[in-house]
């Protein structure tokens, strides 16, 4: 498979499974397949870059999101902080 910048999704599945399968034996970075894997690694990451735009989250959202993740309450963050929360 010659290299090229992905343009179309086809493209891009093609590198992630050729990725997966190089990835897997772990190639020497130094070796061939590791510069084969290196640069279809960094293809897919700009086109990723390109195709899925994610919105940061502001504050309050990426607090709110490592409080659910990590199964805290505003209860729970108001004792570290020495108040109470509104009742």
Aim: aromatic share 6%.
């Amino acid at each position: 498979m010659e290299l090229r910048i992905i343009k179309t999704e086809e493209q891009y599945q093609r590198y992630l499974i050729e990725v997966e399968r190089l990835a897997a034996h772990d190639p020497d970075p130094a070796s061939e397949n590791g510069g084969r894997l290196e640069l279809l690694a960094q293809l897919v990451e700009v086109y990723e870059k390109a195709r899925f735009k994610f919105r940061k989250p502001g504050p309050v959202e990426g607090n709110l999101f490592r409080m659910e993740e990590q199964g805290l309450r505003q209860k729970d963050i108001a004792e570290t902080r020495g108040k109470r929360p509104r009742e």
